[in-house]
C-alpha cells in the first residue's frame, strides 16, 4: 500500500511541476530504475536557482531535494518520495 501512495505522490509532482512555465523537463524514474530505490522525480528548470514554485510542490507532495545544482544553462533538480 505504501507503494502506491509513494508512487501517487510522485505523480502528482510530476504533473505539478509540468504546469509550470519555469520547467523545461521533468521525468518520473521508478525504483527499480533508481540506485535508490525510491521513487524519483528528475527536474530541468529555466532558471538561476531552483524557484519557490517547484520547492512549494516538491514539499506539498512530501518529497525531499537529493541534489541540485546548475547544468548546461539551466538548473536540475532531483527529488525523492
Known amino acids: 500500500m505504501e507503494y502506491i ?4 505522490r510522485a505523480r502528482r509532482a510530476v504533473d505539478d511541476l509540468g504546469q509550470l512555465e519555469s520547467v ?27 524557484p519557490p514554485a517547484v520547492l512549494s510542490i516538491l ?12 547544468r548546461q544553462g539551466h538548473w536540475h533538480g532531483v527529488a525523492v518520495v
Open 5 to 8: 501512495q509513494e508512487r501517487n
Open 24 to 50: 523545461c523537463a521533468v521525468e518520473l524514474i521508478e525504483p527499480s530504475e533508481d540506485p535508490t530505490g525510491c521513487w524519483t522525480v528528475e527536474m530541468t528548470v529555466d532558471a538561476y536557482c531552483l
Open 59 to 70: 514539499v506539498d507532495h512530501g518529497l525531499s531535494l537529493r541534489q541540485s545544482g546548475p
